[in-house]
């Protein structure tokens, strides 16, 4: 490996800047743990957000320049975060009515923020003659850096810099129409063939195209590619010479159920028992559930890729056909009608807790209370929360899926989770049964919470196979 090594990561998340999925996770722990190499140098730059963690920090403007977008002529600051209180260096790219929102998404005009942020930041490094050994772009958000590196004159001065791709989902893809080629900086047009994917500019497939080497967040997920990805199935064969999988790892620092300061109760492996026994019971006291019974929880986003359309039969199903003897908490949001559906039931059932919304520390509190996770996933590229609740001594109960099928082996098989195989209601009761046969049997259920939490998903084996990467590609 080279001695020393610059390594930018671009991002629309970070944690804990900007979370709305594992993006973040893995952007806010993987440079700090590729920093604690010797002679690596990783950052992060990402857009600037007008949020809470702005405001407590201290940032030095490092640049303070313009861009011409088409017509228009946009200012690019870019703000340095002063004490790199996250491990690594933080740059924010701040645009003016564009890069300054309250979130990474959701606006009308994405298209055109994302080609901003992309353009505002290879114009910085290249007005400043800053050349890094690696740009990681990760997701399509960044996936035209690798393109306008090589094909646009006006960052010549970068032509030849290294640039890897990940995708930690593909289902997103970034698509938009020709017409917004003309915000893109003037490129070489006979090269507008690495843009197209269908008759449109699909910035996941460019990054593809033009990066050195993309990885996939686990092996099982890029095997999954092959056969279905949005479309692009054929285009990841032709290129399957530079694809690697590279399952993510989980910062150990922040989730540590011995020191976590979200959690109630403190405990290792010695006392995890007890211990977890006493989280639990301090939740459900909370939420008017019954401690003695077992916990199931579902953490996450209520979209159909997660499986969260199975939920509100799930939780009906199983509370009458368990005769009432278990719990089900959920904690999260997104589709109306999964949400409304399940608001019904927690007004029905005093089996059942709801709490709506995205929520940091509920999160680690649950992970450390409940029993069981459940992860019915259609789609799960790596998966952390596998991880967490591993970590924290719940026993996953998972879809034989993606990353999903890398981390959790069934117990029947000697591993430490409950697999089932098709994304169905019944599918996933006949799993939650399985676990609750396993409750009742006190040594194996303390068996298999001191397996899950001597698991090791620390980030140093996935950031030592990035570093490789970048040597090699």
């Known amino acids: 490996m080279e001695n020393h090594m610059t390594i ?15 993006l973040a996770d893995v952007v806010g722990a993987l440079p700090k743990y590729q920093n604690k190499v010797e002679g690596i140098d990783a950052k992060v730059v990402m857009p600037w957000y007008n949020k809470s963690f702005i405001y407590n920090h201290e940032f030095d403007i490092v640049f303070d320049g313009f861009i011409h977008q088409g017509p228009n002529m946009l200012q690019v600051q870019v703000l340095k975060e002063k004490t790199n209180v996250l491990g690594f260096e933080l740059f924010m790219v701040k645009i003016p009515g564009l890069l300054d929102r309250e979130n990474p998404y959701g606006y009308s005009d994405e298209s055109f923020q994302f080609i901003a942020f992309q353009h505002g930041v290879l114009h910085w490094l290249s007005a400043m003659e800053i050349r890094p050994d690696v740009l990681h772009c990760h997701d399509y958000h960044t996936g035209l850096v690798p393109f306008m590196v090589e094909h646009c004159p006006d960052f010549a001065f970068l032509k030849g810099v290294k640039t890897i791709g990940t995708i930690h989902n593909g289902e997103y893809q970034g698509n938009m129409n020709w017409e917004m080629a003309k915000y893109i900086p003037s490129f070489d047009y006979y090269k507008w063939g690495l843009l197209d994917w269908k008759g449109q500019i699909n910035p996941l497939a460019t990054m593809i195209k033009c990066c050195n080497a993309f990885t996939t967040v686990s092996e099982g997920y890029l095997e999954e590619l092959f056969i279905s990805f949005r479309g692009l199935e054929s285009l990841v064969r032709q290129e399957f010479g530079k694809a690697y999988g590279i399952i993510n790892g989980i910062d150990s620092e922040v989730w540590d159920p011995a020191t976590d300061p979200m959690l109630d109760f403190n405990y290792s492996i010695k006392n995890a028992v007890e211990l977890k026994k006493k989280n639990k019971e301090k939740i459900c006291k909370e939420y008017n559930l019954k401690p003695e019974l077992p916990l199931f929880a579902f953490i996450g986003r209520f979209a159909k890729e997660k499986g969260a359309d199975l939920l509100p039969d799930m939780v009906w199903k199983s509370i009458k056909q368990s005769y009432g003897a278990l719990n089900v908490i959920v904690l999260g949001s997104g589709d109306p009608y999964i949400e409304n559906k399940l608001k019904e039931y927690d007004a029905t059932y005093t089996n059942f807790a709801l709490d709506l919304g995205y929520k940091e520390q509920l999160s680690h509190k649950i992970y450390a209370s409940a029993d069981f996770l459940l992860m019915p996933s259609r789609v799960e590229p790596c998966g952390l929360n596998q991880m967490y609740s591993m970590r924290y001594g719940t026993i996953p109960v998972v879809r034989y899926t993606g990353g999903l099928k890398d981390t959790v082996a069934d117990i ?8 089932f195989a098709f994304p169905g ?33 620390a980030w140093e084996k996935s950031a030592e196979k990035y570093l490789q990467l970048y040597s090699n590609s």
Do not use: W
């Open 412 to 419: 029947s098989t000697g591993g430490a989770g409950i697999n």
């Open 425 to 457: 209601v019944d599918d996933m009761i006949h799993a939650m049964n399985r676990a609750l046969s396993l409750y009742n049997q006190k040594e194996l259920m303390t068996d298999l919470i001191h397996a899950n939490m001597n698991f090791d998903f």
């Open 8 to 22: 930018y990561h671009l991002s629309t998340e970070c944690y804990p800047v900007a979370k709305v999925g594992g």
